[in-house]
C-alpha cells in the first residue's frame, strides 16, 4: 500500500502566487485532514474532512482553501502565499475520527519568499 | 493554557537509561490519547496508543491517569535508534459528528549517546 502520498516533497513561491498541495490516500479512509509544523509550534491543524464533501476549518484556517470531491483526494490550496505559510505540511487520513491512528504523509517543506 | 504540554527537552541519555516523558492535558472530556514518533525531517508515525489501565509494548510503557490529566511514556534500556521527538497526542473529544480532533503537544526530543 501507499498509504498516505503527498505532492510536492519541495516548493518555493514567490508572495502572492497561489498553488494546490496534493494528497491522496489508498486506505478508503473517511477522515483527513492537513497540519502545518513549524519550529516551536508543534503540529496546528488547518483543516479536516470527514468525507466526501464535508470540510471544515481546524486552528490555523486562515489563507488556506480545501476541498473533498473524492474519498482518495484531498487538496490543500495556498490562495495567495505570504511568507508566514513558509513550513512543513502534513497530510493525514485515519479510519475513524480522532480515536484510531492517523496516518501521515511525507510531509510538504513549503518556502515562500 | 496550551492545549497538550510536554517537557521540550532536549533528553540527552546514555545507551542503556531508562528515560520517562509526560505530557499534561487541559480538556476533561478527552477520550483518546496516543503517543507518536518523529524522526528528524520525517512524518509523525504512530508508537502506542494509552489506555486508561497503562499498557506496554517492549521497552515502551504508557500511563494515563485521567483524574490528573496526565500521560506518560517510559522508555526503558534506551537504544541509539530511539533517538527521535515524541509527541504526546489527545483527542479533544468535542460532541458532534466531525468534531473529534487531534491536539499534538511540541514534542520532546530524545538523543540516546552511545
Known amino acids: 500500500n501507499a498509504g498516505v502520498t503527498q505532492t510536492p516533497k519541495f516548493q518555493v513561491l514567490k508572495t502572492g502566487q497561489s498553488m494546490t498541495l496534493q494528497c491522496a490516500q489508498d486506505m478508503n479512509h473517511e477522515y483527513m485532514s492537513w497540519y502545518r509544523q513549524d519550529p516551536g509550534m508543534g503540529l496546528r491543524l488547518i483543516h479536516y474532512s470527514v468525507g466526501a464533501g464535508i470540510t471544515d476549518q481546524g486552528e490555523v484556517p486562515n489563507g488556506y482553501n480545501v476541498s473533498r470531491s473524492t474519498t482518495e483526494d484531498f487538496p490543500l490550496r495556498l490562495l495567495s502565499a505570504a511568507p508566514s505559510q513558509t513550513s512543513v505540511y502534513f497530510c493525514?487520513?485515519?479510519?475513524?475520527?480522532?480515536?484510531?491512528?492517523?496516518?501521515f504523509g511525507q510531509g510538504t517543506r513549503l518556502t515562500v519568499v | 493554557r496550551k492545549e497538550v504540554e510536554q517537557d521540550p527537552g532536549p533528553f540527552n541519555v546514555p545507551e542503556g537509561a531508562t528515560v520517562a516523558f509526560n505530557c499534561t492535558y487541559s480538556n476533561s472530556a478527552s477520550q483518546s490519547f496516543f503517543w507518536y514518533r518523529q524522526d528528524c525531517r520525517k512524518e509523525p508515525k504512530l508508537l502506542m496508543s494509552?489506555?486508561?489501565s497503562g499498557n506496554e509494548d517492549g521497552r515502551f510503557t504508557a500511563q494515563l491517569n485521567r483524574a490528573s490529566q496526565y500521560i506518560s511514556l517510559l522508555i526503558r534500556d534506551s537504544k541509539l535508534s530511539d533517538s527521535a521527538t515524541y509527541l504526546c497526542v489527545v483527542n479533544s473529544g468535542n460532541s458532534g459528528a466531525g468534531s473529534y480532533q487531534l491536539t499534538f503537544g511540541k514534542g520532546t526530543k530524545l538523543s540516546v549517546i552511545p
Open positions: 494509552v489506555y486508561s
Open positions: 493525514a487520513s485515519s479510519y475513524g475520527v480522532g480515536v484510531t491512528e492517523a496516518f
